[in-house]
């Protein structure tokens, strides 16, 4: 009797397609792979373009937040970005400190070592009237509270003990610097004599507020509920990074 042979088992056939499903999915994850490099690679360029503005406004705006317009790779490569919006919370404008800055710069042009130049910057900066609260006190006027007055384009200051000397200032431009005028001033509700008025007349003059640098002189002030509000809108502006 001769022994049975047992045939060897049949192996399954692949699944049609197999291949090509393999190949889409390699081709899928090398997409992937490419966009996260490209991504990763967008990002790091963008925040690097944002950096040296950040740096280079430094010096006139202390610390801001830059925020870029478009592509960081784009503006690495052409030297350039078309434009920026900057914003921070501690400008400086002579001996007022804690203004608002949030401007919108076009045609940034950056170079080595923070310098470069922008075609034209636009936007505001707002002293708050706690800031300028702090620049009358250390002005020497002892005021208390600063009351803005949208309506009336003025703010209503509480100087003295108690609050007995109420003084009305309005904000002016000198030369693209912020000053303030006397409007008006009473001391117990009756009006203040006149040496007290000439006195704080002086002290509003002895130090008035300066721009962040002669190319953002402000063209234009106004009181918002906020504080005093002064517009920039400047055409070519250069930047000098740490100088």
């Given at each position: 009797m001769n022994p049975t042979t047992t045939a060897p088992p049949r192996r399954p056939a692949p699944a049609p397609g197999t291949p090509r499903r393999r190949r889409a999915r390699l081709l899928l994850a090398g997409a992937l792979a490419a966009a996260l490099l490209t991504g990763a690679a967008e990002a790091a360029a963008t925040a690097a373009v944002e950096g040296r503005v950040e740096d280079a406004l430094r010096p006139r705006l202390g610390p801001t937040h830059a925020d870029l317009h478009g592509s960081g790779l784009l503006a690495l490569a052409r030297g350039r970005a078309a434009g920026i919006t900057v914003a921070g919370d501690d400008a400086p404008l002579g001996p007022v400190t804690g203004a608002a800055v949030r401007l919108r710069l076009d045609g940034t042009t950056l170079r080595g070592s923070g310098r470069g130049t922008v075609d034209a910057a636009r936007?505001?900066?707002?002293?708050?009237?706690?800031?300028?609260?702090?620049?009358?006190?250390?002005?020497?006027?002892?005021?208390?509270?600063?009351?803005?007055?949208?309506?009336?384009?003025?703010?209503?200051?509480?100087?003295?003990?108690?609050?007995?000397?109420?003084?009305?200032?309005?904000?002016?431009?000198?030369?693209?610097?912020?000053?303030?005028?006397?409007?008006?001033?009473?001391l117990m509700g009756a009006p203040a004599p006149e040496r007290l008025t000439q006195g704080i007349r002086d002290r509003l003059a002895a130090r008035p507020p300066a721009p962040p640098g002669p190319a953002l002189e402000p063209t234009a002030v106004r009181i918002t509920e906020r504080g005093v509000e002064l517009t920039l809108d400047t055409g070519r502006l250069r930047l000098a990074g740490g100088g």
């Amino acid at each position: 009797m001769n022994p049975t042979t047992t045939a060897p088992p049949r192996r399954p056939a692949p699944a049609p397609g197999t291949p090509r499903r393999r190949r889409a999915r390699l081709l899928l994850a090398g997409a992937l792979a490419a966009a996260l490099l490209t991504g990763a690679a967008e990002a790091a360029a963008t925040a690097a373009v944002e950096g040296r503005v950040e740096d280079a406004l430094r010096p006139r705006l202390g610390p801001t937040h830059a925020d870029l317009h478009g592509s960081g790779l784009l503006a690495l490569a052409r030297g350039r970005a078309a434009g920026i919006t900057v914003a921070g919370d501690d400008a400086p404008l002579g001996p007022v400190t804690g203004a608002a800055v949030r401007l919108r710069l076009d045609g940034t042009t950056l170079r080595g070592s923070g310098r470069g130049t922008v075609d034209a910057a636009r936007g505001r900066i707002t002293v708050p009237a706690g800031a300028v609260r702090a620049w009358l006190r250390s002005s020497g006027l002892p005021v208390s509270d600063v009351t803005p007055e949208p309506a009336a384009g003025t703010l209503r200051l509480g100087a003295g003990p108690g609050g007995a000397l109420t003084v009305t200032l309005r904000p002016e431009l000198r030369g693209g610097r912020l000053g303030f005028t006397l409007d008006g001033a009473t001391l117990m509700g009756a009006p203040a004599p006149e040496r007290l008025t000439q006195g704080i007349r002086d002290r509003l003059a002895a130090r008035p507020p300066a721009p962040p640098g002669p190319a953002l002189e402000p063209t234009a002030v106004r009181i918002t509920e906020r504080g005093v509000e002064l517009t920039l809108d400047t055409g070519r502006l250069r930047l000098a990074g740490g100088g």
